[in-house]
């Protein structure tokens, strides 16, 4: 079994539907991402399990600043009428909506079968934090 672990994360705003606190409003974070993988399967041509640059480019091409919205926000259209970066998910992008949207990509991207292991963890700030197993 060989695991790779990187770290790496971005810059993006979000905001919450629904919700009464101060995450209603529009704010940006500096989002942490740790992501680990484990397999037992055999290394690519270059001798790698996976190119870290390819998660980093999946994670900057995705989130890295960028307003990221629940598909049902009524600031979507108006920030892409804008020429503005926006990144859209089912409910809202909160780091748990995140966590899980990360994982499902990363398990698509890397052709992850049922004996790898992988595990997210996305930091909203230095005390939160969400984290998700394949």
């Not at 900057?60 to 600043?65: A, M, N």
């Not at 994982?103 to 079968?113: E, F, G, P, R, T």
Request: charged share 25%; net charge negative; glycine share 6%.
């Amino acid at each position: 079994m060989t695991k790779i672990t990187q770290n790496t994360g971005f810059d993006a705003s979000h905001r919450l539907l629904g919700y009464e606190g101060s995450c209603r409003n529009l704010h940006g974070h500096f989002w942490g991402v740790l992501i680990e993988l484990e397999s037992k399967r055999n290394f690519d041509q270059c001798g790698m399990l996976l190119d870290y640059r390819t998660i980093k480019n999946y994670i900057k091409s995705t989130f890295d600043h960028r307003a990221i919205l629940n598909e049902n926000d009524p600031l979507v259209p108006l920030l892409i009428g804008l020429d503005l970066d926006v990144t859209t998910m089912p409910g809202n992008p909160t780091a748990e909506n995140i966590v899980r949207k990360i994982i499902s990509d990363i398990v698509l991207l890397a052709n992850l079968k049922d004996d790898d292991y992988l595990h997210v963890v996305v930091k909203e700030s230095a005390d939160n934090s969400a984290e998700e197993w394949y």
